[in-house]
């Protein structure tokens, strides 16, 4: 069964203020950086441009991350979260990792997960794959049985489409008691009027580890 890629969606409004709020401080604290980025893109004219900027300003490629003061933690989370592109998100996931552990930025999700608007919430979901490539198992514990709690629980279709790819679905992944949890999951997924709930639902329950 091929895989049917997640439905397109918009940018927020509050993505754009995420990435000039990190402008404002890259110039702040990273001046040669950002002022070298500047200089070959135009920081104010598009998303496309401001996110040269930040490529550059905070670690070009995902390598040369500079040391980071603590506002830019929340700032990075905020745009990890808001941005729209499960791809392009990494621009803040890897910076935030370099400079404040991997533990952290996962416990930061985690806390969007359980206390996010329903926007932040997917957007959580997807930034936790790129959080993830160091995992940790108590933390992924964490992550798997909020993820469950909310899929069932949260009708928002964007919160549950982006959840559903990072689901476990084994029941021995979870305690006896959230086992009748993974059956709800599994059934409400098969019988959703969404397309991709129910396609994707199929390949997650042939292969419990995905």
């Not at 002022?35 to 104010?44: L, Q, S, T, Y």
């Not at 957007?123 to 959080?131: D, L, T």
């Not at 909310?150 to 549950?160: C, I, S």
Request: charged share 30%.
């Amino acid at each position: 069964m091929n895989l049917m890629p997640l439905p397109d969606r918009a940018a927020s409004d509050g993505f754009g203020r995420c990435l000039a709020e990190l402008i404002v401080l890259c110039r702040a604290h990273l001046p040669d950086r950002t002022a070298k980025a500047e200089a070959e893109a135009k920081a104010d004219e598009s998303e496309h441009d401001q996110r040269i900027v930040l490529g550059t300003a905070l670690g070009h490629r995902y390598r040369d991350y500079p040391d980071l003061p603590e506002p830019f933690f929340e700032a990075l989370v905020r745009a990890a979260v808001h941005d729209p592109n499960p791809s392009f998100n990494r621009q803040f996931v890897e910076p935030l990792k370099a400079a404040f552990g991997t533990r952290r930025t996962q416990e930061a999700l985690l806390e969007v997960l359980a206390t996010g608007t329903n926007a932040e919430r997917a957007g959580a979901a997807r930034a936790w794959y790129w959080a993830t490539i160091e995992r940790f198992d108590d933390l992924q514990d964490r992550w798997n049985r909020a993820a469950l709690r909310e899929f069932v629980a949260n009708e928002d279709l964007d919160v549950r489409r982006w959840v559903l790819p990072g689901l476990t679905l084994d029941p021995a992944r979870y305690p006896a008691e959230l086992h009748p949890l993974v059956a709800e999951a599994v059934h409400l997924a098969r019988t959703h009027p969404d397309d991709y709930l129910r396609h994707r639902v199929e390949l997650q329950v042939a292969d419990p580890e995905d």
